[in-house]
């Protein structure tokens, strides 16, 4: 038997895997690289040595679930084959401050499975707010992605990139200065929105 999905939430068969996976990797070239707002990014994107994966999860459990097996499959395989993984949840949590309060469990997580130290999560949301600002102001989509989704990072990768970015505590900043230059309608030019139904209109902050 099955239900009707809530206003808040779209059938998943409304989400299609290719399509969410298509969207993130046009944000990544667009903005993330396209903009610079991570040097880093650029070198993993041209090797090949992100995974994507798409979490058909529609709430916190079953995306504890998803990410628990994607850092194990990520822990044991190769870094030159996989460098890093980005996980994105269409169907899970739309509102930002449920997304954000998740990011704790997330933490635990990696804890629990001792890996501390070897790997980290980080994350966008299409409705990320830097506590301060307003939810329309354009400094936001620096975290801003077309779904939510968990960045799963190896800390050497990361020791590796600031060694070779020593002005790297500067990124944050300049990021800001990028996207307030660009403004709200040369960030909507990029085109790097989410083309499933997804609802990502609710409000939240940070």
């Not at 916190?60 to 499959?73: K, M």
């Amino acid at each position: 038997m099955t239900t009707a999905p809530t206003p808040d939430q779209p059938s998943p068969s409304a989400c299609d895997d290719a399509v969410v996976v298509q969207d993130t990797v046009c944000w990544l070239e667009r903005a993330v690289i396209g903009l610079n707002l991570c040097p880093f990014a650029k070198s993993v994107h041209t090797k090949g040595q992100i995974h994507y994966v798409v979490s058909h999860a529609a709430d916190a459990r079953a995306l504890l679930e998803d990410l628990q097996r994607e850092l194990e499959a990520l822990a044991e395989a190769p870094p030159d084959k996989r460098d890093t993984t980005l996980l994105m949840a269409p169907l899970a949590m739309p509102d930002f401050l449920d997304f954000n309060d998740f990011l704790e469990l997330a933490d635990e997580l990696v804890e629990a499975m001792d890996l501390a130290g070897i790997l980290q999560v980080a994350s966008f949301h299409p409705r990320f707010q830097f506590e301060g600002t307003l939810a329309d102001d354009v400094s936001n989509c620096t975290n801003r992605a077309p779904y939510p989704t968990l960045h799963l990072l190896r800390e050497e990768s990361i020791d590796r990139a600031v060694e070779a970015f020593p002005e790297a505590e500067e990124i944050f900043e300049r990021n800001i200065e990028v996207l307030e230059r660009l403004g709200a309608e040369g960030w909507k030019a990029l085109d790097v929105g989410p083309r499933c139904p997804v609802d990502h209109g609710r409000k939240g902050g940070a």
